[in-house]
Nanobody, 122 residues
Framework: QVQLVESGGGLVQAGGSLRLSCAAS????????MGWYRQAPGKQRELVAT???????NYVDSVKGRFTISRDNAKNTVYLQMDSLKPEDTAVYYC????????????????WGRGTLVTVSS
């Protein structure tokens, strides 16, 4: 069974930094796109950033220049470095990945983590 486990959330003051990690585990052949999404109270889940296996990245406009997504393919892990945090960044952050597990042929499955809470105080 493949799963994603996030870590690194917490409480930080505005202007501070946090680094989120998400590790995929299980019987995995490969992972294509990995990404981070977030959901603030009363709002819909939104894309924050994605990264391909080759390292191409994409960010939502509101985090460009402040957040950096990266990955370690050997460790099946994706990171989100968050700098210059703002109160509006407060949300539950979810990891997402397209995973090709053993036993599914060439099919990729979309897997979600359970989320980690980031709270930014003003």
């Amino acid at each position: 069974q493949v799963q994603l486990v996030e870590s690194g959330g917490g409480l930080v003051q505005a202007g501070g930094s946090l680094r989120l990690s998400c590790a995929a585990s299980g019987s995995i052949i490969s992972i294509n796109v990995m990404g981070w999404y977030r959901q603030a109270p009363g709002k819909q889940r939104e894309l924050v950033a994605t990264i391909t296996r080759g390292g191409s990245t994409n960010y939502v406009d509101s985090v460009k220049g402040r957040f950096t997504i990266s990955r370690d393919n050997a460790k099946n892990t994706v990171y989100l470095q968050m700098d210059s945090l703002k109160p509006e960044d407060t949300a539950v952050y979810y990891c997402n990945a397209g995973v090709r597990p053993i036993g599914e042929g060439y099919r990729y499955l979309e897997i979600w983590g359970r989320g980690t809470l980031v709270t930014v105080s003003s």
